[in-house]
């Protein structure tokens, strides 16, 4: 498709989906705004996946190369399904999230050994996209044979599709997932409300200010104590910075790939 028939098509799109026209302007908008003011530089918080299991569970008996071990499979089975969508051309029906769009290993894996040594009962995460993140949750409910991952995701683009939210996660896992089809300024506040206590938060949604301020602020009530409020992409904006500064708590940052973080809170 050249460039002048996707403007084409996407002006179309939004003609006829004046409500999806919205949220994508004011997403750009959202994203201009941020950029224009300059971020906290997290990387002399930062503090390496052992560290955090250490620090966090100085009584757990696992080490990370066990835990690693059992996400192999998962790990395998993400590379298979990018190897698959390798060729297909972003953004599409086939290829509706750009592969920069995937959770880093190290972010997975944690997730993954949060909720082996918690077993939580309920988690929420908002953003989904091809489910990389989910898949480390519900691999680790999975082996718990408990737990349910509520997932808040919308489609307000003309190559998004219900069908492909979460389109990575094998059948096998989805027994303890649910995915809660909105944006999570539309959907977030409801389904916290219906599920009451909270285990885990997991921001990977919309990363702008006004968006994640707004999530951190509506499911920070709802965690239990000992539970976690945990947000991909921290360093693109002061977001995560000033929500743990206003609630006086200390994060552990966990680096990503290129100068990206994972900020981690739990409650006291």
Not at 171 to 177: G, V
Request: net charge positive; glycine share 4%; aromatic share 14%.
């Amino acid at each position: 498709m050249n460039k002048l028939t996707f403007l084409v098509n996407f002006l179309a799109y939004v003609i006829t989906n004046p409500k999806a026209g919205r949220q994508i302007l004011d997403a750009k908008y959202q994203s201009r705004q941020d950029s224009k003011h300059r971020v906290f530089n997290y990387a002399e918080k930062k503090t390496q996946l052992d560290d955090v299991i250490k620090v966090l569970f100085p009584q757990s008996q696992h080490a990370i190369e066990d835990f690693s071990k059992n996400t192999a499979e998962v790990q395998s089975h993400i590379g298979s399904f990018f190897d698959k969508l390798k060729n297909e051309t972003y953004p599409s029906k086939k290829k509706p999230y750009p592969l920069e769009y995937t959770l880093d290993n190290k972010s997975g894996l944690f997730l993954y050994i949060l909720c082996k040594i918690i077993r939580p009962e309920k988690i929420v995460e908002t953003g989904v996209a091809y489910g990389l993140s989910s898949m480390y949750i519900l691999q680790a409910l999975f082996e718990n044979k408990k737990g349910t991952l509520y997932s808040i995701d919308s489609v307000f683009t003309p190559w998004q599709s219900k069908e492909m939210i979460g389109s990575a996660i094998p059948s096998h896992l989805r027994k303890n997932w649910k995915l809660i089809l909105g944006s999570s300024s539309e959907k977030l506040k409801e389904t916290l409300s219906a599920l009451g206590p909270l285990d885990i938060f997991f921001h990977d949604s919309l990363h702008t200010y006004k968006n994640m301020t707004f999530e951190f602020d509506t499911a920070w009530p709802f965690i239990i104590k000992n539970g976690f409020l945990i947000s991909d992409d921290i360093s693109g904006n002061n977001a995560f910075h000033d929500f743990y500064s206003k609630i006086d708590m200390e994060p552990f940052v966990l680096p990503q790939n290129e100068k990206s973080f994972l900020g981690i809170l739990k409650k006291s």
